[in-house]
């Protein structure tokens, strides 16, 4: 009897893990309305304007644009989030800085 309260009790632990690493990835049938957001003047001539960033919170996407960033490199380029869709609905991929061209020596010019 023991035994299969130990059993039981380890499937119920897998089974819960499982659903807590499955749970990571939210999908939406329908995607979210984007707000209209009124664009400010740039705070400086670096700034980037991010309009559609999308983050997870308590198993929804909640609407986080609509704002000014400067890189957090010189060169750095930012790509923009975006929707993926695929059977199981409608999935957000943030977006991220990617390294721009950097100084790349004495040689750089030619």
């Known amino acids: 009897m023991k ?8 499937l119920a632990i897998a089974m819960t893990s499982g ?9 939406v049938h329908v995607r979210p309305i984007l ?19 999308w983050h997870e919170r308590d198993g929804r996407y909640e609407y986080n644009g609509g704002h000014w960033v400067a ?4 060169g750095d380029i930012y790509a923009p989030g ?7 609905g409608h999935r957000w991929h943030e977006g991220s800085w990617k390294g721009g061209n950097k100084h790349q020596g004495p040689d750089h010019r030619r």
């Open 3 to 10: 035994k299969t309260k130990k059993i039981l009790l380890a």
């Open 19 to 27: 659903m807590l690493s499955a749970s990571a990835q939210i999908y």
């Open 35 to 53: 707000p209209i957001v009124v664009r400010t003047a740039p705070p400086s001539p670096r700034h980037i304007w991010i309009n559609e960033e």
């Open 71 to 74: 890189p957090p490199h010189d």
């Open 82 to 88: 975006h929707w993926e869709q695929s059977k199981r």
